[in-house]
């Protein structure tokens, strides 16, 4: 008799992934950013409730994952803007659909919540 095979190892791809958008800002960050290359400030005032530490946390954790490019301009005073890469253009494909998703559930998941 074999043991059934793992199907959600640690180091697994799809994992990676779900870590990446699983924390509270990630995904909120990406899809603030699907319209095109935003300046930090900007991004913070359409966002709403984030700090500007964790705002900058969250920009430099996607940089380093490749989901967003930034683009440091030599001006006075100097600029910075943000934007998405192709995999964080494409990661918007499954955050939309996590979003309808919610958007339809999201009634009966808080009314279950309040009975639990």
């Given amino acids: ?42 991004l913070r005032a359409q966002i709403g409730g984030i700090s500007q530490k964790v705002l900058t946390e969250t920009l430099r954790r996607l940089e380093q994952h490749g989901l967003v490019q930034r683009d440091r301009y030599a001006e006075a005073p100097p600029r910075v803007e943000y934007s998405l890469t192709v995999p964080g253009r494409d990661l918007l494909i499954p955050i939309r659909a996590l979003g309808d998703w919610a958007d339809k559930h999201a009634e009966s998941l808080m009314d279950a919540a309040d009975t639990a």
């Avoid at 008799?1 to 990630?26: H, Y």
């Fill in 1 to 42: 008799m074999t043991d059934a095979p793992q199907k959600f190892f640690a180091d697994c791809q799809a994992r990676v992934a779900a870590d990446l958008i699983s924390g509270t800002w990630s995904a909120v960050v990406l899809y603030a950013l699907a319209d095109g290359p935003v300046r930090p400030g900007v």
